[in-house]
């Protein structure tokens, strides 16, 4: 299994609390209410995450006592503003363990991030025939954005297939990372699956043959330590949303020499240096990216929700996240009419299923009825569904704030699922 091994992390510290569920869910407003008079249980968190009171807290405290737009203002509450967006990068950079805040670009979420390095660093670095190796496992996010390039330069996909248990398979990536890749853009852990792709090997071939490595982190910052330098990594994006977080904000980390070479994404205030009718300069990166006025309180609440993160330790987020994952797997497994999908030894987790005879879209519905929440359909990996000849699943993800309940919970919503389809 490969777990993006935390070396030099700012994520485990001194100071971890020891890690108890109950308490973890009284840090989220939102669990304690009901759907359709059913208490919660929430088994979304693949999709966006919960958000804890400090997070909530810190967005509001935002805007209560320190709004303003950044950077151009002389006044005091710009100044702070200025500060707190600026203080959040640098969060972001230690937490990911970059060598400088200049190598955090803040973006809308993934999507945003694999987008500008896809039309600014693809546009002008790549041309007619040359390759970029994406995988089945990827989510819409690392294809989409890719096939545009496609049509504007000539650029040529390689993908790498997968097998019924969803293995990212090297033998195969080998195989397809020749002279002409320069670019392997992979997802760490897949959003469908749970499989988390082996990092260490991915970068080492690409490195051998000379490719750049963007690995779309959206579920796996969630879920391991981060560490760019260690992991060597060219590209790395993630979501706001998904690290319980606000939405709106996402991060792209690129190195720093790659940044310096890339053109601008957008236009506009904030990322130039000097504008006249004739000629314009750019500001340096990060500001070359963020055209415009950025999500300030959002990322105020990213801060928040990388501190909250943070104050875990690691070891003891994975075994509870293990622990259900091994926990939902066993009580699925007991019903011969489930059907698992992502069954790769050491998996994040999440959890993915079909119930014979049954589409998703009923099962989510009936689980709605009964108070849980699950994802159903094809989680933007269309062509993963297509690998399995399916429609769609119905995934379950689990968070910090789940529980073994929950997951019971999950089962007796399936035994209302076969009552009323048997
Ligand atoms: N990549 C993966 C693996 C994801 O799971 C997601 C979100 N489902 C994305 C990219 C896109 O993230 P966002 O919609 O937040 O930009």
């Known amino acids: 299994m490969n777990t993006a091994p935390a070396r030099n992390l700012d994520r485990s510290s001194a100071t971890a609390a020891p890690f108890d569920v109950e308490s973890v869910r009284a840090d989220f407003p939102i669990l304690s209410r009901t759907v359709h008079g059913k208490p919660l249980a929430f088994l979304d968190s693949g999709a966006s995450a919960q958000k804890p009171r400090a997070v909530i807290d810190a967005v509001s405290r935002c805007y209560e006592a320190e709004y303003a737009n950044i950077h151009r203002g002389v006044y005091e509450l710009s100044a702070r503003s200025t500060e707190a967006y600026e203080g959040a990068r640098a969060r972001v950079q ?30 002008v670095f790549l041309g007619e025939g040359d390759e970029v190796v994406l995988s089945v496992l990827e989510h819409h996010a690392n294809i989409v954005p890719w096939q545009l390039l496609r049509e504007r330069t000539g650029i040529v996909l390689k993908v790498v297939p997968t097998n019924e248990r969803g293995d990212f398979l090297v033998d195969a990536y080998e195989a397809l990372v020749g002279p002409r890749t320069r670019l392997v853009a992979l997802t760490h852990v897949s959003n469908a699956l749970g499989t988390v792709t082996p990092v260490d090997e991915i970068v080492r071939i690409a490195r051998e043959r000379g490719a750049l490595v963007l690995l779309d982190g959206a579920q796996g910052i969630v879920h391991y330590p981060v560490d760019v330098q260690a992991m060597d990594v060219d590209f790395y994006c993630f979501s706001g949303h ?44 990060p500001a070359r990216f963020e055209a415009g006025t950025p999500p300030i309180a959002a990322a105020v609440g990213l801060h928040a929700a990388i501190d909250y993160v943070a104050s875990f330790d690691p070891a003891a987020v994975a075994a509870h996240e293990n622990d259900l994952l091994t926990y939902a797997t066993e009580r699925l497994t007991a019903h011969n009419d489930i059907r698992l999908y992502g069954t790769v030894p050491g998996k994040a987790s999440i959890i993915s299923f079909t119930m014979d005879d049954v589409h998703p879209h009923d099962i989510g519905t009936i689980l709605d009825l009964a108070g849980v929440a699950v ?19 119905v995934r379950a993800s689990f968070g910090l704030y789940n529980t073994r309940a929950d997951v019971d919970r999950l089962i007796d919503g399936l035994d209302e699922v076969r009552e009323i389809f048997g």
Not at 99 to 120: D, M, P, Q
Not at 375 to 391: E, K, T
């Open 375 to 393: 994802r159903v359909g094809h989680h933007c990996a269309q062509p993963l569904m297509d690998h399995f000849d399916i429609a769609g699943t």
């Open 242 to 285: 998904k690290l319980y977080g606000p939405s709106g904000i996402g991060v792209l980390y690129g190195r720093q020499a790659l940044l310096a070479a890339m053109p601008p994404y957008q236009g506009g205030g904030d990322m130039i240096e000097r504008v006249t009718f004739e000629r314009t300069t750019f500001a340096p990166p």
């Open 94 to 123: 230690r937490f990911v363990n970059a060598r400088s805040a200049n190598e955090i670009v803040f973006t809308k979420g993934a999507t945003e991030a694999i987008n500008l390095v896809a039309t600014s660093w693809g546009g």
